[in-house]
């Protein structure tokens, strides 16, 4: 459920805390544009591992690779998005903002499902043990009456996406009232289309110079690697190739922190198939991908697959893996049937031939291929506005305070252990850099001595590392140390020597990809 309350938070503790700087903010910042900081680097490092391993480390048919951000501009007239690459907007001439006309009428239409999920709450409360939900969805004249509002939006609304009818999806506007957020008002602009695509020059004299665009998704230069990997690789099909880097889109709307950047980084993998086995693999890369997500343990009912109502212009198939983000149920993954849609057409603008011998079948063709491609910006979105809580903690004086914490799994957390000297003289100091020298070929550790410990607990939790070391004077006399336990705030006294394995039970990757692997 959206919580905008929350989300404002989560975008303050973000920036209070290192993790995410609005970029150029001494200048006044740029829209839709973010820096990540100390912390927030090391989160997001940690999430493209966990990616990037459980490709190319778990399956021994998929590598890697880093193509460039500039390609030729062909390859964007051959992959459609010079033609296709396109959001509808429409402008308020009220606010004179500008909205994705497609986005209005979505929003409009989840307005509708939360005021069915809201009658089901009521009733949920009043009939307490005897409530039937099944039931209640199904007899309830109200909820009937919204469900067939929804369903008839629905097909509308798809009708005028797929048929490109930019009439009708202003008409769909006017006829469901839809009024801007921001004045009100239902003074709108015809739609029209917008390219996505940030264009700049190739060369140093700029008249002569050729236009060439920023590329607004990693996967095209996967598809134009396709037959250097294959070739030098020696890779049969069934095979995939992964890439993670920067791509970059002039989207209309911008307005929801790191959910829709300017300028953000994908992690994509494209499996090429044998043609007629898409089905198959489109399900295996859908089960694969929620696991991988369900491995991280967010918490019951935070996931959810959507299909898209309209196929992007490659897609014979789509489904998005929704999270629950503060915003709402959003799209943080895609996994697309691309059919040889890409290869095909690289094959007839470059003019060279893009296909696979198959030796079992001694036929050549051009392969067919899965995509799933998740953003990083947002998975690092999902993952912080989930681990943030507030809670009460009750003190020995009777007063209460509320602790601010982060509780990132271990494995993503930016920093894994806190090496903390209760004082900062009779040696502890010392005492606690050999620990931290101990630890930190293998972990991201963080020395502090300044302040309280309470205080240093505090800090720590609120950027989410599990663990809190703190050297006292009886560390000196038995080698033991307090480990504190970031999610239950639990001390234990336990002996320097054990500090690693505890640490390492904990933070290691392996469990995960051991979850994903027993899908
Ligand atoms: N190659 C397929 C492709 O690019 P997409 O659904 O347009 O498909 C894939 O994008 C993922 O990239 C999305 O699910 C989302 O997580 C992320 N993404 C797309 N646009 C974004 C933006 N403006 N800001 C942040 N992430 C974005």
Redesign the pocket.
Known sequence: MANPEIFKKVIAHAKEYGFIFQSSEIYDGLSAVYDYGQNGVELKNNIKKYWWDSMVKLNENIVGIDSAIFMHPEVWKASGHVGAFNDPLIDNKDSKKRYRADVLIEEHREKIQEKIDKEVEKAQAKYADKFDKDTFLATNARVLERKQKIDSLTERFQNALNSNNLEELKQIIVDEEIVCPISGSKNWTDVRQFNLMFDTKLGSVSEEADIIYLRP?T?QGIFVNYLNVQKTGRMKLPFGIAQIGKAF?N?IVARQFI???RE?E?M?MQFFIRPGEQESWFEHWKKVRMQWHLALEPGNGKYRFHDHDKL?HYATAAT?IEFDFPIGFK????I?SRSDFDLSQHQKFSGKKIQYFDPETNTSYVPFVI?T???L??MFLSVLSNSFGEEKIDKEDGSSEIRTVLKIHPALAPIKAAILPLIKKDGLPEKAYQILNLLKFDYNCQYEEKDSIGKRYRRHDAIGTPFCITIDHQTLEDNSVTIRYRDTMLQERISVDNIKAIIEEKVNMRKLFEKIENR
Not at 331 to 334: A, D, K, R, T, V
């Open positions: 998704e996967a889109r989207e959910f829709r950047m953000f994908q994509e992007a998005d799209e943080l993954e895609g697309h995509e491609s998740i953003g910006d947002r």
